[in-house]
């Protein structure tokens, strides 16, 4: 069997804002917390699924949402999306995220659509 | 490193008939000495070695070989606080004879305590001869040997099994009633080793020697093992690594392994919580201990190599036939690493805020076809 799912899809015509739950694993229950306090985590879009940016500009410093701890959040702007993007349509590229130390090479798969 | 046999210090005497006789020494803290006496007084007792007043010696073995001939005293003693001070041997009355040679030497890398040492062995006659005795003895040891006889300046040659460490003679003059003496040495062998060589002299000749103990390696050992990927912090691992395994003793020179050790290697996943049910989706923990079990005289001494042995264990009717092989496969599963601080250790784990935006999945029988999107 053959599956294919993709933790977001990318419209080319807008800007991109992914929120991602971050959780850690305690050693004292063994269960999944929200990662409460990150810092320090960029994102990029790359075209494999441990790879670069596929453009620095598709490369951007993550932060967590004030209101839901563990939930990092970043904007790729629409122009950069367009330009770097649109030949990926219809394809499969990887928003890659990074933590020094914590988070490395740790991906999810996005699908590239053109909606608008 | 093996035990070493320091280069005697001799003092010599052809006037001196005691019973006092003293050796300028400078000996370090924690130095260990053998120390031999040899005269032709045979009935004389040593009543006591003493180092700068400080340190008193204990008695090994004497060797008096029949009447009035040849007489070897060996005794040992370990320096406290060390310096340089006289080492005073002091026999309970005067020889009535005149040559006396007095040999220390300091012993190094060999056991603490009693164990330094095992017991005595010696021998001696009044003839022209070779003549050996048998010490036991392990690989990595050394056996000592403190030779002498009446003669100084007749032949007294180690075989070609020993090594002469130093030798000496009470006077260059020739007569029977000099002495001559020597330190011998051989490595030692399990289960025993001979050593000895040619003595010359009808006036008597002594051999005592005794087998040197290598320090010993008791309890837990520690074997550093090493496995990269070198690094820490942000580096990644992404696709195949290679992780060299490399165990082994670490040591150099005469380090031997005497007895049988046991390495048990475990390796296993280790988890907590409900292992059992929990999917292992990451990284796994390889616990991998290496250690060397056992308690006694179990010593190190030699270069040793610790075999990694990997089988296929059966019995029965399993038949192995052909070559076979069984690949040991040591990588980090996945890609990152994580170290999130106390009590978080572990993976960290991504979902998207919203769940999964997409999903396909082509069963058995039709597949599933997907256009291109339209411009």
Same mark, same amino acid.
């Given at each position: 069997?053959?599956?294919?799912?993709?933790?977001?899809?990318?419209?080319?015509?807008? *800007?991109?804002?992914?929120?991602? *739950?971050?959780?850690?694993?305690?050693?004292?229950?063994? *269960?999944?917390?929200?990662?409460?306090?990150?810092? $320090?985590?960029?994102? @990029?879009?790359?075209?494999?699924?441990?790879?670069?940016?596929?453009?620095?500009?598709?490369?951007?410093?993550?932060?967590?949402?004030?209101?839901?701890?563990?939930?990092? @959040?970043?904007?790729?702007?629409?122009? *950069?999306?367009?330009?770097?993007?649109?030949?990926?349509?219809?394809?499969?590229?990887?928003?890659?995220?990074?933590?020094? $130390?914590?988070?490395? $090479?740790?991906?999810?798969?996005?699908?590239?659509?053109?909606? $608008? | 490193?093996?035990?070493?046999?320091? #280069?005697?210090?001799?003092?010599?005497?052809?006037?001196?008939?005691?019973?006092?006789? &003293?050796?300028?020494?400078?000996?370090?803290?924690?130095?260990?000495?053998?120390?031999?006496?040899?005269?032709?007084?045979?009935?004389?007792?040593?009543?006591?070695?003493?180092?700068?007043?400080?340190?008193?010696?204990?008695?090994?073995?004497?060797?008096?070989?029949?009447?009035?001939?040849?007489? +070897?005293?060996?005794?040992?003693?370990? !320096?406290?606080?060390?310096?340089?001070?006289?080492?005073?041997?002091?026999?309970?009355?005067?020889?009535?004879?005149?040559?006396?040679?007095?040999? &220390? %030497?300091?012993?190094?890398?060999?056991?603490?305590?009693?164990?330094?040492?095992?017991?005595?062995?010696?021998?001696?006659?009044?003839?022209?001869?070779?003549?050996? !005795?048998?010490?036991?003895?392990?690989?990595?040891?050394?056996?000592?040997?403190?030779?002498? =006889?009446?003669?100084?300046?007749?032949?007294?040659?180690?075989?070609?099994?020993?090594?002469?460490?130093?030798?000496?003679?009470?006077?260059?003059?020739?007569?029977? #009633?000099?002495?001559?003496?020597?330190?011998?040495?051989?490595?030692?062998?399990?289960?025993?080793?001979?050593?000895?060589?040619?003595?010359?002299?009808?006036?008597?000749?002594?051999?005592?020697?005794?087998?040197?103990? /290598?320090?010993?390696?008791?309890?837990?050992?520690?074997?550093?093992?090493?496995?990269?990927?070198?690094?820490?912090?942000?580096?990644?691992? =992404?696709?195949?690594? &290679?992780?060299? +395994?490399?165990?082994?003793?670490?040591?150099?020179?005469?380090?031997?392994?005497?007895?049988?050790?046991?390495?048990?290697?475990?390796?296993?996943?280790?988890?907590?919580?409900?292992?059992?049910?929990?999917?292992?989706?990451?990284?796994?923990?390889?616990?991998?201990?290496?250690? /060397?079990?056992?308690?006694?005289?179990?010593?190190?001494?030699?270069?040793? %190599?610790?075999? +990694?042995?990997?089988? /296929?264990?059966?019995?029965?009717?399993?038949?192995?036939?052909?070559?076979? %092989?069984?690949?040991?496969?040591?990588? /980090?599963?996945?890609?990152?690493?994580? %170290?999130?601080?106390?009590?978080?250790?572990? =993976?960290?784990? +991504? #979902?998207?805020?919203?769940?999964?935006?997409?999903?396909?999945?082509?069963?058995?029988?039709?597949?599933?076809?997907?256009?291109?999107?339209?411009?």
């Amino acid at each position: 069997m053959t599956t294919r799912s993709w933790a977001f899809t990318i419209d080319v015509a807008q *800007d991109f804002t992914p929120n991602i *739950d971050v959780e850690r694993q305690s050693t004292t229950t063994g *269960d999944y917390e929200a990662y409460s306090g990150i810092t $320090g985590v960029t994102m @990029h879009l790359s075209a494999t699924e441990t790879g670069s940016a596929i453009d620095a500009s598709l490369s951007q410093s993550a932060s967590e949402r004030s209101a839901t701890p563990g939930r990092i @959040h970043s904007t790729f702007d629409v122009a *950069d999306l367009q330009t770097y993007l649109t030949a990926y349509r219809n394809k499969t590229v990887w928003l890659v995220l990074a933590k020094t $130390g914590e988070l490395v $090479g740790k991906s999810l798969a996005c699908l590239v659509t053109r909606n $608008g | 490193m093996g035990i070493s046999v320091g #280069t005697p210090v001799w003092t010599t005497s052809t006037a001196d008939v005691g019973p006092v006789f &003293t050796q300028a020494r400078t000996f370090a803290a924690g130095d260990r000495v053998s120390i031999a006496v040899g005269h032709r007084n045979t009935t004389a007792v040593l009543d006591s070695v003493v180092f700068d007043g400080v340190d008193s010696g204990a008695h090994v073995e004497n060797y008096p070989t029949g009447t009035n001939v040849a007489h +070897l005293h060996v005794w040992e003693l370990v !320096i406290s606080a060390g310096g340089t001070g006289d080492l005073v041997v002091t026999f309970a009355a005067a020889l009535g004879s005149a040559n006396v040679i007095v040999g &220390t %030497s300091v012993i190094g890398s060999v056991a603490s305590g009693s164990g330094w040492r095992d017991a005595p062995v010696e021998t001696g006659n009044t003839t022209n001869e070779s003549a050996t !005795i048998t010490i036991g003895s392990e690989s990595g040891d050394e056996v000592i040997g403190w030779a002498m =006889q009446r003669g100084a300046t007749a032949t007294m040659v180690a075989d070609g099994n020993t090594t002469e460490v130093g030798a000496q003679a009470s006077t260059a003059a020739a007569g029977g #009633t000099h002495v001559r003496m020597a330190l011998w040495r051989r490595n030692g062998a399990s289960p025993d080793v001979a050593i000895g060589g040619a003595f010359n002299s009808t006036n008597g000749y002594a051999l005592v020697g005794h087998n040197l103990n /290598l320090v010993p390696v008791n309890g837990s050992g520690t074997l550093p093992l090493t496995l990269g990927l070198a690094g820490a912090g942000t580096v990644a691992v =992404q696709g195949a690594g &290679t992780l060299a +395994l490399t165990l082994g003793l670490a040591g150099a020179g005469t380090v031997a392994v005497q007895g049988a050790g046991t390495l048990p290697l475990i390796l296993g996943l280790t988890g907590t919580g409900a292992v059992g049910s929990v999917p292992v989706t990451g990284d796994g923990v390889l616990a991998l201990t290496l250690g /060397l079990a056992g308690a006694g005289t179990v010593a190190v001494s030699a270069a040793g %190599s610790l075999p +990694l042995v990997l089988g /296929l264990a059966g019995a029965g009717t399993v038949a192995i036939t052909g070559a076979g %092989s069984l690949p040991l496969v040591l990588s /980090l599963a996945g890609a990152g690493t994580v %170290s999130t601080g106390a009590p978080y250790a572990g =993976q960290v784990r +991504l #979902t998207a805020a919203r769940g999964p935006a997409l999903a396909f999945y082509a069963g058995p029988g039709a597949a599933l076809h997907f256009l291109p999107f339209p411009p």
